[in-house]
């Protein structure tokens, strides 16, 4: 198997993604080759520095362009046509590797997955899907931004392919899918929202558990919670604030003087835990849901454990036949109903 | 001045209202009559059963049927019309007192709010305002679940009357604005979002500050966060369920053993100042805003210190004029722009 992996892109780039690549390649000697798409001098050095060997399990694509953060996304696609990021989707769309993951621009990542790998049948745009540490269990959120207006069927689309990839990926034998509502009775939300609750539910392939409540989507009684791409965009970036905020609250608690920072040393090891349990570094990337081929979107920030997480996700798409499963369980949707008929 | 006070809404009623209500009289004995607007039997009885002397501060309006958690709002309104919500409100649109408030259903209290006491002119059903525990200050989030279908016009409107309660209610001077967005550059978000952008910033009676990602909400960078009802109650509902599951992690690391609890002693009181900190029963209730007559909705849960507190926030509305600012300034909306005439 080999995973295209854009050695240019995110905050961190080369060195973390070069380190990320080794640890991926060390944990599967057998069956992973990584393509390193970048500048080939800069990666080189990288790998020198850190006193990484970059031997069969390895090759590198040289390019000579980068798509940074500020560029416009559909611009950067469309002229950068030799960056990491386009070069890669390239060879992705042309079969000369089997997946995708970028930690570069979401936007641009998303523009260029839509035009150069295309999507499934069915699918207008891909959905960005995040998986979110929750209390009991981390779960599926998309979508997380990529379609900030939505139609019913496309929320529908959401569940589908979302219970396909906790499935496939997360090896959950029966997700329980629900849909983001302000209130649990069916009649709640907006005229998209019920029209999407009544498509979810008459789905006989999904285990849709109804509408859930913003405030137990923390919890994490779902494994995968549907919505529009703007209030999933709030989700997504409120759990992090606010984790944020709650958590240097409690450190600044700690920190107040001598007999606290000693009760820190009592504690220590368990908000470790608690820190890991909120670390989305843990999960790995954000898959594109509905792309032709598996595209993973690691965090901007991604340091080499993420990296690796996300190699280890992409792979796990690829050997799943992720996409094979999506386009069939996309495909069912669009017949019509043996009642439809009569 | 006159409070009304719905003495049978919410989980604590009526013990904790009539001890709440007892509370806010004893703040301010020389000007602040409540009336307690439910069964007379049943208040009488919980105020002896508390040692509670109903002096002259208050009185009593026998009512025979109460508003549940459970009932339809429109058809609780119309059909139960001798309940303390519906009572306390005609109270309010006649002139029998000042300001309402109460712990009952939302949905019953926005029912009845609109179509007994009515709203001002230009707003065509009130908006829920919350403050709510920030990082840095707390903030007015609006809406947050009155209307879950917005109109950019009633995004620019939420605005106004936010800004006008932070200043009149909250004694912020120059409240800052800003909306919720999924990306701080003004051509973010739906057609909705983009069309409230340039209403807000081309208001010069408003100080706003820009788009505000959802990440940054937390920390209590703005005073007004202006959102259409639908992501409003998602924000105020998650900030909720994941606070109180962060907190519910770092207590059990606390109880796990001997040392853990031990170190808990240390550090107890910090907790409970971060803990007060995001405990919305400090700020009191949530305003109606648009009514033509100040109504509060306390909490569901609200204990004696929320009603007080809630009972306050009515007394500075009423103080302050809230209903005329908010008059005026949405007043000035509707006048055709100078240009225009041109």
Redesign the interface.
């Known amino acids: 198997m080999k995973i295209i992996l854009d050695a240019m892109g995110g905050d961190n780039a080369p060195d973390e993604i070069v380190k990320g690549a080794a640890q991926a390649v060390a944990e599967n000697r057998d069956n992973l080759t990584l393509a390193l798409v970048g500048n080939e001098e800069i990666i080189r050095a990288s790998a020198a520095k850190q006193n990484i060997a970059l031997d069969e399990h390895f090759e590198i694509v040289n390019t000579t362009q980068t798509i940074e953060m500020c560029d416009e996304p559909a611009k950067a696609i469309r002229t950068k046509k030799d960056s990491s990021m386009v070069v890669g989707l390239r060879m992705l769309a042309e079969g000369k590797g089997d997946a995708f993951v970028s930690a570069g621009s979401t936007g641009a990542l998303h523009v260029g997955a839509s035009l150069i790998v295309r999507t499934i049948k069915g699918v207008k745009r891909p959905a960005l899907a995040t998986i979110i540490p ?2 009991k269990k981390p779960y599926l959120l998309m979508d997380c ?1 990529a379609n ?2 939505c139609r019913a069927p496309m929320l529908h689309a959401f569940g589908v392919m979302g219970s396909a990839y906790m499935n496939k990926v997360m090896g959950i034998a029966v997700p329980d899918v629900a849909l ?1 509502n ?1 209130g649990a009775e069916e009649s709640k ?3 998209l ?1 019920k029209e999407a609750h009544q498509l979810l539910k008459a789905d006989p392939n999904l285990h849709f558990i109804g509408n859930i ?7 994490g009684n779902a494994d995968v919670v549907v919505c529009d ?3 999933g ?18 450190k ?3 920190l ?1 003087g001598l ?2 920072k ?3 040393l ?2 220590k090891d ?2 470790k ?2 820190k890991k ?2 670390d989305s570094e843990e999960y790995g990337g954000a898959p594109l849901l509905g792309t032709a081929r598996p595209v993973i979107k690691a965090h901007g920030s991604s340091k080499a454990k993420a990296i690796k997480n996300a190699i280890r996700q992409a792979r796990l798409c690829v050997e799943s036949d992720l996409v094979g499963t999506m386009t069939e369980a996309l495909a069912a949707l669009e017949q019509p109903k043996p009642e439809e008929n009569a």
């Not at 409540?213 to 919890?219: A, F, G, M």
């Not at 409120?238 to 944020?244: F, H, I, P, S």
């Open positions: 929750g209390g931004g900030v207006e983001v302000n939300g907006t005229p929202y409540e913003p405030r137990d989507v923390p919890d791409g703007f209030t965009n709030v989700i997504l970036k409120l759990t992090e604030g606010l984790a944020k905020t709650l958590l240097g609250m409690v600044e608690v700690f107040k007999t606290t000693l009760a820190y009592l504690v368990g908000f835990d608690v349990k909120m």
